[in-house]
């Protein structure tokens, strides 16, 4: 089983900055992929950013120039540096790997509990 507990989010004003951090713990033979997706109320979750095994980075068009990811692979760690927040950006973000637990094993995929960020216009 994998763990991936998040850490950062709260309340900010419109323009202000949040680093979100996100560590991944239990039985882990590769990353895949770690990255983060948030859910807005009543909307459904989607992709905010993500690093794929090899280093490149995939982000969602409302969030590019403003959010940075960026993984540790030595710590299996993934941070999202949001700078000029809107309040578009309220949500709860999860953190999300996929993970192959031990050789030869399929990749699973493993969630946050999620951290809620909230923008105030």
């Known amino acids: 089983q994998v763990q991936l507990v998040e850490s950062g989010g709260g309340l900010v004003q419109a323009g202000e900055s949040l680093r979100l951090s996100c560590a991944a713990s239990g039985s882990i033979f590769k990353i895949v992929t770690m990255g983060w997706y948030r859910q807005a109320p009543g909307k459904q979750r989607e992709l905010v950013a993500a690093?794929?095994?090899?280093?490149?980075?995939d982000y969602a068009d409302s969030v590019k120039d403003r959010f940075t990811i960026s993984v540790d692979n030595a710590k299996n760690t993934v941070a999202l540096e949001m700078n000029s927040l809107k309040p578009g950006d309220t949500a709860v973000y999860y953190c999300?790997?996929?993970?192959?637990?031990?050789?030869?094993?399929?990749?699973?995929?493993?969630w946050g509990q999620g951290t809620q960020v909230t923008v105030s216009s």
């Open positions: 999300n790997a996929d993970v192959i637990p031990r050789e030869f094993q399929p990749v699973f995929r493993f």
């Open positions: 690093v794929i095994s090899g280093g490149s980075t």
